[in-house]
């Protein structure tokens, strides 16, 4: 079993930057490939972003290329959405995500991540 905890979240105006960590409480950190999911108001949640659990392979939505990053480091336990140049557009709960049998491929996850965190809120203003 692995907890999560999202964190870095807040209200940034567009065009900013933000890091959102994902702290996971397990000491197989690095046995799961961690993911990040965002849910806007009165939208499905949706994929954003997943990295395997070596972090040699990653996946981005084609639609957030170039402007969000996934990164982890397992000495720390914790996953990293790195987000660029950000819009309206991008403002949900962000949610991270932990498997430890979903394959990092070029592409998004086959299946739904069996374990997730609470959220962490971002709000960009115009």
Same mark, same amino acid.
């Given at each position: 079993?692995? =907890?999560?905890?999202?964190? $870095? $979240?807040?209200?940034? =105006? #567009? $065009? ?18 961690? #993911?990040? /999911?965002? =849910?806007?108001? $009165?939208?499905?949640?949706?994929? &954003? ?10 996946? &981005?939505?084609? /639609? ?30 962000? /949610?991270?995500?932990?498997?430890p049998g979903?394959? &990092? ?15 962490? =809120?971002v709000t960009?203003?115009?």
């Amino acid at each position: 079993q692995i =907890q999560l905890v999202e964190s $870095g $979240g807040g209200l940034v =105006q #567009a $065009g900013d930057s933000l890091r959102l960590s994902c702290a996971a409480s397990s000491r197989t950190f690095n046995h799961y490939a961690m #993911a990040w /999911f965002r =849910q806007a108001p $009165g939208k499905e949640r949706e994929f &954003v972003a997943h990295i395997s659990w070596g972090g040699d392979k990653t996946y &981005v939505a084609d /639609f957030l290329k170039g402007r969000f990053t996934i990164s982890r480091d397992n000495a720390k336990n914790t996953a990293y959405l790195y987000m660029d140049n950000l819009t309206p557009e991008d403002t949900a709960v962000y /949610f991270c995500a932990a498997d430890p049998g979903i394959g &990092v491929a070029a592409g998004p996850p086959r299946r739904p991540y069996n374990y997730w965190g609470q959220g962490t =809120q971002v709000t960009v203003s115009s």
